[in-house]
């Protein structure tokens, strides 16, 4: 009857100790998982942060679009009207010409209308060359804005994605753990 109650008591001491290690066990566990609560509210709010952050890259790329696309259709319109000044100077220059040679009276007078339409011609010219060389720096500094803008947003996503596999990853392991 001794042994029996030598091992009664063996077992009482053995199941007070696994008492006291589940009682730390879940201790520790309540706070690793208030731990990682913690980490995920903070990485939510990271999310949070990086996704308006996001939001607001898109907004001012667009934005730049938007600038770019009116530049672009003023510059055609711009092109199309000196164009249109250019082709219509030509045809007086050629009439010009034309009637120079029939009317020899108006001769002097002919010639020098002439050489002020070619100033015009030439300036008009000129001024066409100077808009075609602010129109290819304004299409390069916009795709470098555009290249810069791209390599954020997918600097942005990838920091997104991985939050989010950090946060499943956390996940798993509290739900493992529990």
């Given at each position: 009857m001794e042994e029996i109650r030598r091992k009664l008591e063996e077992?009482?001491?053995e199941l007070d100790k696994l008492r006291s290690e589940f009682d730390e066990f879940v201790e520790s566990s309540k706070e690793l998982?208030?731990?990682m609560e913690e980490e995920?509210?903070?990485k939510d709010k990271e999310?949070?942060?990086l996704t308006t952050r996001l939001e607001s890259e898109s907004k001012e790329r667009k934005t730049l679009q938007e600038k770019w696309t009116k530049a672009e259709m003023e510059?055609?319109?711009q092109l199309t009207a000196l164009q249109k000044q250019?082709?219509?100077?030509k045809d007086n220059e050629g009439r010009l010409k034309s009637t120079n040679a029939k009317l020899e009276i108006e001769n002097e007078e002919l010639q020098s209308r002439d050489r002020r339409m070619e100033s015009e011609i030439s300036a008009l010219q000129t001024k066409l060359d100077d808009a075609l060389e602010k129109i290819a720096f304004l299409e390069q500094d916009n795709e470098d804005m555009a290249s810069g803008l791209r390599e954020t947003n997918q600097r942005l996503m990838d920091e997104i994605r991985d939050l989010k596999s950090e946060i499943l990853a956390l996940k798993r392991s509290a739900i493992t753990q529990d």
């Open positions: 077992k009482e001491d998982e208030l731990a995920m509210k903070s999310i949070k942060t510059r055609q319109v250019i082709d219509t100077l």
